[in-house]
């Protein structure tokens, strides 16, 4: 079931479920070119930036990475962003998809309450969807506010709870 490297000639891939050709990935860096008919994007979280917090202490912000819908729907993968306070900006440059195996992934960003007795649930900042083609959907609570100057990172402006949240991302196809 794991990943294993296969021997291809000329090229080095990666063979997922018990080597099936349909989802072999390229890991040599072009991703950016079309792989069996279908379009793989790479989505790095490039940075997050504070403007509002839900709380009055520090807001410790995590990103929650799924695929799937339904029934079909699972975790990627949960990782912390940091402390925020207003003005704060973290860059973790981290890749949350490589745009194998499935059509899309949904970044949700959150606000942890675990270590906060009587505030009740996690809450939530905002989403986008991302799919393979690198197009972008904003979900709830989310604007998209196009590309940075620079025109390499795709900006989202995320306002649950009360909050403010900049987040970048950089989506290569």
Known sequence: MGQRLCKQPGRRVACTRNG???????????IGKRLLGRFM??????????????????????????????????EVMRFDVGNFEIGCEIRPARLVWNGT????????????????PGRGADDFIGEVTVSADGNCQPGRATLDEGYDQT??????????SGAHYLVQLEVQT
């Open 151 to 160: 025109k390499r990172f795709r900006r989202f402006s995320m306002t649950g």
């Open 101 to 116: 195996a499935w059509p899309d992934v949904t970044i949700t960003v959150m606000e942890n309450d675990a270590n906060e």
């Open 41 to 74: 994007a790479k989505v790095t979280l490039h940075a997050v930036l504070c403007h509002a917090k839900t709380e009055s202490d520090a807001d410790e912000i995590y990103c929650l990475v799924t695929t799937g819908t339904g029934s079909e729907r699972r």
């Open 20 to 30: 099936d050709f349909n989802s072999l990935i390229r890991i040599d860096g072009s």
